[in-house]
Each structure stands twice: as structure tokens, then as C-alpha cells.
């Protein structure tokens, strides 16, 4: 194990043949998942509602235990033990979608100190990390700020703050941005690639499709199954799939398939405003 | 969407800066010794301490007051109750009214020593933050231990509960705006009525309620919360000077209070 | 008392697939409005002034906290603005008939699970029909009706539990029991949120519907490519003022006060003017722009 955790050119995640079922469920949420992510890697997770992201996240964070897997490693823990779970509770970070639900102290500092005192952290020592997480997401203001009196993007800072106030390797980030405003899901994003470029591993699950784009990989779920992993524009590329999984095409792209059907095909599929004008330009 | 109790108020006073261990141990005795001595000379040092109290915490009277308006209705009951029914030679009576010297005086004295109680009680609550003072009590509460009765579980549930009350009272808003907005009518009908009118808010409530417990429990388990375990804490309880100095004066207070 | 006779004799004939909803004319003069439990009482709304005309549609945008919520709940008439009106067909507060045209005014809040509370669909969409004293027959035709409309066939929907439904559905449910009123003005806080593309897809597609039988909508969002293609009106609500109200233009004008408030510019309207086409002549959706185009 410490081998493995060691060696950073290992992946973060190595998840292979993995279900799980709700108790009292009739189907599994995640039915053979396969997924893997390496340090520095930003992954995006899309799929309908109810496609078993959100199921992801939990398992993947070892907070529920896997019905049965092949491999179920998260920064060199096993999935499978009761151990290995505690251990990636520490190591892998999950943000939720709900920031409402995720506060749990009276002010936001000590929100922040939550996971370290649970740790065990010596008061100087949470001090010290509290200090550079409110620096580090601009809550210096809040500090003593009432979770009830934050603004949504304030209250999904503050939940990220104390996600990452436990030093972690990898994050998992669920739906951060679907509760907020333009200005606070500018924050939260801003947030995230940050992140990847300190290199933790992010999995970045999302219902936004122009979110996507800036991923390495994207990875579809279809009723708790891996049903396309790969670049971006290869998801993209095959209009019919996406569609299938109740999903869409980021807005430069429905245009382009809108013009494909008017016998317009544009090469390759543009996929940002940028892409698209000057693909129209140069077919001119 | 304030709580009708006595909430704390965010400062820098000498009482604010004590320790909440100190100051619910000083407020507790004086209360039992408030209790014990009836006569109006002890209530006069206790409501002297309790003014004196106030005047350090630097909390303004409209938060004081805000905290005591509550309880005015009791004040006033605990008054009626020992003016009408109390013993003593009656110097006034009509029907089944009547009004003796003794009463008065009983009356006076409870309904006085009822103020200061809750006065002493503010100072305490509208100077310490309440995860301060669930902290104090679970450590005051720590013999409990040996029996199995999980003190620092406890206190995190009530620093929890006492987090979501602001939530769940706008959630509620919430709801009986949405039912109003569909032609529930809330302040209708008698009080039968108005209770049945209450069950469609109270389901979608505790449905909203159950599910953010279970978001909730995750996502403290994804911070490593278990419980059973030893947490340490951003603000370690820390007893100082000042709060030699506070059981000193209550100790004294309480002396010139019983034997005064 | 009206609008139950009204709700009645129109219930009275075949249902339509509420194809003959008539819409309703909004205008709001001055309207303010301050929360009194606030910790600082900052006024929420401000002079707010703008008109909607009948089967008009208004794309409400603005940051978090800019009043757009407080705004809609005023209009429905669960907050009482204390400085200026509320005019709905042109009728003020004192009016006769002000009460009966409110409950004309549909509102659909942001989170479905606040709004859900019966056992069946069915039973959870009767609630409102039930509380205009219609009569058990047409409050049924209704409940069919908006089930239809929101597309959750009663057959197929009709009898299940509000909470076994997925996201998407409840979002949808908690729509039809609005509509199930027969709203002239329908009002709606952030349908959209928390959706995935397809289920907004069909969400905007029922609103469409909507939109071309007449019902007047107000739309609150952060969504403004879905705005840009439902709502011919503007309104920016900023700290509880408006920035602009009227004619959604996409000119000049237009892009400067969505980037003044932290608003991008229709994805459409961005490609006409990045084209040097005229962006005021953007259109709204994307099979309208690639007929443009191709």
C-alpha cells in the first residue's frame, strides 16, 4: 500500500468492474463502472439525471462500500476493506452539490477546521491551514460569517475550503456549479482549475455541457455503466449517443448539427464560438 | 425567523472573552443560590451582580430585550398568580379576587426573582457563541462518559440542530408559500381546520429534512467524521485569569447574597 | 367566487390541451418591497416598474439576491408591495375583481420537493383545482389536463408517489399543479436548475406550448440561452432595481447591460455580431440560425 502510494506515476483512481445497489433498489446504480484518473488529470462526468454520478461520487470518495469489483483502488486504498475506505476518506475530497447541505458549523471558519479537528490537527496547526484556505478562496471577510447569511457562491466556497483544508490528492466535485449564479459558478470553476493545475486528480461531474470542454477526458455514464470514456470531441462527434443519454451538444455544436441537416457539414465538429466562426468563415 | 431565544451577540467585551465552561458553572450556582435565599435584601445583590453583569458585556439593551419579551407573559402570570391566590389577612375582596399584603409582596419578590434569572441567563447565552457552549457543557458533561452517554456526539447534534433552525424555518416559509399559491388558505377556518392545513407542509418538510440529514452525515464523513472519535478543536477551551477572577466575584456574591 | 364559475364553465367543455388559454396583462408601477425580519432592512425591491402585455414574455435575470424571487412572489400577491401596485388585466389592488384575477397567476417555485406533498400525482395536482370550489368532475378534466400538458400522462403517472419520481419529473409535476389552475400569467423561479440537458430540453418545449396558447410567462433564470429563446422581453433586476426592462434587444445596448451584471450574451446573439451580421437581428433558436446560415 505504501508502495503504491508512493508512486505518483500510478493513477489516483483504478476503478474496474464496479456495482453497487441502493438497499431496497431493484437495479444496480452502478452496474461494471471502469474508471481511472491520474495525478493532474481533470476528468468531467456527464450523464442524464439518475445515470449513477452522483452514486459515483460516494463510492469513489469510500464513503459507501461496493456490492463487488475487480479493482477498486483510490490513492492506493482498497475500496473493498473497511480500512482502505477511512483511508480515502482522507486522501480523495468530495464536494457536493448542495452547499446547503454540507455546512455543519456555526461560522464559516470553523466549517473550514471541521475535517482537520476531526483528524485530530493540533490547534496551531488547524489554525495555520484554516488561515490559508480563507486567504486562498477569499473568505477572510466571512470568517465569522453565519452559514445561513452566505450567498450560494459564498457557500460553496466555504464547502470547498473545507474539503480541501484536509491536504488531498484527488477531488471529486459533484455538480458544484448547478445551484449558482453566473458569478458564482465563475468562482467555483476558477476554484477547480486551479486545483488541476497543483496536481490533484479532479473528477468534475456536470450537467453543463460547455463545463466539459476544458476537460482532458470525459467519461458518460448510462444507468451506472461507463458507456463512452475518452477526448472530448470524440463524445461529441457522435451526435446520436448523446442524445441517447439525455444529454446535449455544447450551443456551437447543436448549431453546427442544425446545419449539417441542411446539408452544411462542417469539419471538424466546432465546439466553441471561437471554432464555430471560424469554420463558417473559412467555408465561405 | 429569529429563534424566540436568547441569541448570542458577536463582541469583544471581558465577558465575551471568558471561558463558557467559567461562565455557565457561574450563572448555574448563582441561579441555585437566587433560588435559596427569598428574601428581598439577597435579590437585591443578586440583581446588582446581574445589572453590573450586563453592563460588562457590552450587549445593547434591545438584544437583552429581545430575549426577555418571551418570557414577559410568565412574568406577568407568576405576578396574577400570587396576587389573586396567595395567603395572608385580605384588605380587598370582590367575588373570588382577593388582595392581601402578603400577596402583593409574594408577588413581587417571585415575578423580580424571575427577572433576574432571566437576565443572569441572557448574559450568559447573548456573550457565548452556542458552539462554544455546547463544547463547555460536553466537557462539563464528561463524567457522563463512564456511563456511555456519548457527550461530545450530543453536543455536535445540538451545534447542528441549532445550524439548520434559520434553514428549516425559511424552508417552511417555503412551503406554506407554495400551498398558498395554490389557494391554501393558512389563517382560515377553526383550530381543527388550521391544523389539517398544517400536514401537507409538515410532509414536504420532513421529507427535505431526512434527505438533508442523510447529504448531511455524508458529507461529514467525507470531511473523516466517525463517531466515537477524539476530535480537537480550532477553538480549544482555555480557562485564563479572567475566569479566576469570575468564580472569585460569583463566590463572593453568592456570600453576600445568603448572608445579607 | 368568479374564477370558480369561470374555472367551472370553461372546465365545462371538452378539455383542449389548453390550446385556448387566454393570457393576462402584468404591469408593476413602482413597486417596492422590504423584508421585515431582515437583519438590515435593505429594501429587496426598489421602484421596480415595467409592463408585460397579455401572451407578452419576460426573461427575469439577475445575480443571486437581486430580488427576481421576491419579485415574482409580489406580483402572486404573497408579499404585499408597500409602495406602489401590482396592475393585473390593468386592475389594481383596491379593484372588485383583483382577488379573482390573482388567483389567475400561477406560480411554480424553484425547489419541486417544497411543493410536492400528496400521495399520488394525481391527488398532488387536485390540491390547487380543489381550492377554487371547482366541482370534483371538472377539477378531474384539470388534473388530466395539466398532467398532459406537463407531460406526465395520468395514465402512465397518474398514480404515482410525488417522491418515487425522478428530478425531472417532479420538476414537471410540480408544474402541472400550477397549471392544473389555469393560469393566465404563469410565473416560474429557476425551472431549470439541476436538469439535464434533455429534461430541459422537454421543460422548455412544454413552456414553448405555453407561449404559442397565449399564457403570459415570466421567467426567472440564470439560463440565458434558454431565455433568449423563449422570451421576446427583458427585465434585470439589480440589488432589487431594474437595470432594463422592455423589448429584449439584442443591440449594443442590450450586450452592455447583460455585461454590466455579470451576464454573457446569448450564445446566438454572440455569433451574429462575431459573424459582423447585425446582432439585433439575431435569431432565437438554433435551427432558426442555421436557416440563416446554411
Not at chain 2, 433576574?116 to 447565552?125: E, N, R
Request: glycine share 10%; charged share 20%; net charge negative.
Amino acid at each position: 500500500m505504501s508502495a503504491l502510494a508512493s508512486d505518483t506515476a500510478l493513477p489516483l483512481l483504478d476503478i474496474a468492474g464496479l456495482h453497487y445497489r441502493y438497499p431496497g433498489a431493484r437495479a444496480d446504480a452502478l452496474a461494471g463502472l471502469e474508471l481511472s484518473i491520474a495525478p493532474g488529470e481533470f476528468v468531467a462526468v456527464v450523464g442524464a439525471n439518475g445515470s449513477g454520478k452522483s452514486t459515483l461520487a460516494r463510492l469513489v470518495g469510500g464513503l459507501e462500500k461496493p456490492a463487488a469489483a475487480r479493482r477498486a483502488w483510490a490513492c492506493g486504498h482498497d475500496l473493498l476493506t473497511e480500512d482502505g475506505r477511512l483511508e480515502a476518506r482522507r486522501d480523495v475530497g468530495v464536494l457536493f452539490q448542495n452547499p446547503e447541505n454540507q455546512l455543519v458549523a456555526e461560522c464559516v471558519e470553523d466549517d473550514i477546521a471541521f475535517g482537520l479537528e476531526n483528524l485530530g490537527w493540533d490547534p496551531a496547526a488547524i489554525r495555520a491551514r484554516v488561515d490559508e484556505m480563507l486567504a486562498r478562496f477569499h473568505l477572510q471577510d466571512l470568517q465569522f460569517r453565519e452559514p445561513h447569511l452566505l450567498s450560494g457562491g459564498q457557500k460553496q466556497r466555504t464547502a470547498l475550503a473545507g474539503v480541501l483544508a484536509i491536504p488531498r490528492r484527488a477531488l471529486v466535485l459533484d455538480e458544484p456549479t448547478a445551484m449558482l449564479d453566473p458569478a458564482g459558478r465563475a468562482e467555483v470553476l476558477a476554484a477547480a482549475a486551479r486545483l488541476r493545475d497543483e496536481g490533484l486528480g479532479v473528477l468534475y461531474i456536470t450537467q453543463e455541457m460547455d463545463e466539459v470542454l476544458d476537460a482532458d477526458r470525459v467519461v458518460a455514464l448510462e444507468r451506472g455503466s461507463v458507456v463512452y470514456a475518452g477526448g472530448v470531441t470524440g463524445l461529441f462527434e457522435q451526435p446520436e449517443l448523446v442524445r441517447r443519454l439525455g444529454l446535449g451538444l455544447p450551443p456551437a455544436g447543436e448549431l453546427a448539427l442544425e446545419l449539417a441537416h441542411r446539408g452544411r457539414r462542417l469539419e471538424p465538429l466546432p465546439l466553441s464560438v471561437d471554432a464555430l466562426v471560424a469554420a463558417l468563415e473559412t467555408g465561405r | 425567523m429569529k429563534a424566540a431565544i436568547a441569541q448570542y451577540y458577536p463582541g469583544h467585551s471581558p465577558l465575551h472573552r471568558l471561558d463558557p465552561r467559567s461562565k455557565f458553572v457561574a450563572v448555574s450556582v448563582l441561579a441555585v443560590a437566587l433560588f435559596v435565599r427569598d428574601s428581598f435584601a439577597g435579590l437585591a445583590v443578586f440583581a446588582a451582580a446581574a445589572v453590573v453583569a450586563y453592563a460588562l458585556s457590552g450587549v445593547p439593551a434591545s438584544w437583552f430585550w429581545r430575549a426577555f419579551r418571551p418570557l414577559l407573559w410568565l412574568v406577568g402570570l407568576t405576578f396574577l398568580a400570587q396576587v389573586l391566590f396567595a395567603p395572608g389577612e385580605p384588605f380587598f375582596s370582590v367575588w373570588i379576587i382577593h388582595l392581601s399584603w402578603r400577596g402583593l409582596e409574594l408577588a413581587a419578590f417571585l415575578s423580580l426573582r424571575l427577572v433576574v434569572l432571566v437576565l443572569i441567563g441572557s448574559v450568559l447565552t447573548l456573550t457565548t457563541p452556542p458552539m462554544a457552549l455546547t463544547d463547555g457543557l460536553a466537557w462539563l458533561g464528561r463524567p457522563l462518559r463512564r456511563l456511555h452517554v456519548p457527550t461530545d456526539e450530543l453536543a455536535l447534534m445540538v451545534t447542528i440542530a441549532l445550524r439548520f433552525i434559520p434553514t428549516l424555518l425559511v424552508e417552511m416559509d417555503q412551503i406554506m408559500r407554495a400551498q398558498r399559491a395554490r389557494g391554501a388558505d393558512f389563517r382560515r377556518g377553526g383550530l381543527r381546520e388550521r391544523a389539517k392545513a398544517l400536514v401537507p407542509v409538515l410532509i414536504p418538510l420532513f421529507v427535505l429534512s431526512f434527505r438533508r440529514a442523510d447529504e448531511l452525515a455524508l458529507a461529514m464523513e467525507a470531511r473523516c467524521y466517525r463517531p466515537g472519535i477524539v476530535r480537537t478543536r480550532l477553538h480549544p477551551l482555555r480557562a485564563g485569569a479572567g475566569d479566576a477572577v469570575l468564580l472569585a466575584m460569583t463566590a463572593a456574591v453568592i456570600t453576600a447574597g445568603l448572608l445579607v | 367566487m368568479s374564477a370558480a364559475r369561470s374555472g367551472a364553465a370553461r372546465s365545462g367543455a371538452a378539455p383542449t390541451g389548453g390550446t385556448s388559454l387566454p393570457g393576462m396583462a402584468l404591469e408593476c408601477r413602482g413597486v417596492g418591497f422590504t423584508y421585515a425580519e431582515a437583519e438590515s432592512p435593505i429594501p429587496a425591491l426598489r421602484d421596480v416598474s415595467f409592463a408585460l402585455e397579455s401572451g407578452g414574455t419576460l426573461a427575469l435575470l439577475g445575480a443571486s439576491g437581486s430580488g427576481k424571487s421576491t419579485l415574482l412572489q409580489v406580483i402572486r400577491g404573497l408579499d404585499t408591495a408597500e409602495a406602489g401596485a401590482v396592475l393585473l388585466d390593468g386592475a389594481g389592488p383596491g379593484e372588485a375583481a383583483y382577488l379573482a384575477l390573482q388567483r389567475q397567476v400561477g406560480l411554480v417555485f424553484q425547489t419541486p420537493e417544497l411543493q410536492l406533498f400528496a400521495s399520488t400525482a394525481r391527488e398532488d395536482v387536485a390540491f390547487g383545482p380543489r381550492r377554487l370550489g371547482w366541482s370534483e368532475t371538472a377539477v378531474e378534466a384539470a388534473v388530466d389536463e395539466a398532467l398532459q400538458l406537463a407531460g406526465l400522462p395520468a395514465a402512465e403517472f397518474g398514480d404515482r408517489h410525488p417522491y418515487a419520481l425522478s428530478g425531472g419529473e417532479q420538476r414537471r409535476l410540480a408544474l402541472a399543479g400550477v397549471l392544473a389552475m389555469r393560469p393566465r400569467l404563469l410565473l416560474l423561479d429557476e425551472p431549470f436548475v439541476s436538469l439535464d440537458p434533455a429534461t430541459r430540453r422537454e421543460l422548455a418545449a412544454i413552456l414553448a406550448r405555453l407561449k404559442g396558447a397565449g399564457v403570459t410567462l415570466v421567467l426567472a433564470t440564470h439560463d440565458v440561452d434558454l431565455a433568449w429563446a423563449l422570451c421576446d422581453d427583458l427585465l434585470v433586476l439589480d440589488e432589487g432595481c431594474v437595470a432594463t426592462a422592455g423589448a429584449w434587444s439584442a443591440g449594443p445596448e442590450g450586450a452592455r447591460v447583460l455585461a454590466a451584471h455579470h451576464l454573457r450574451e446569448p450564445f446566438i446573439v454572440d455569433l451574429w455580431r462575431r459573424l459582423g451580421r447585425d446582432p439585433a437581428l439575431a435569431p432565437r433558436t438554433a435551427a432558426e440560425a442555421a436557416d440563416a446560415l446554411s
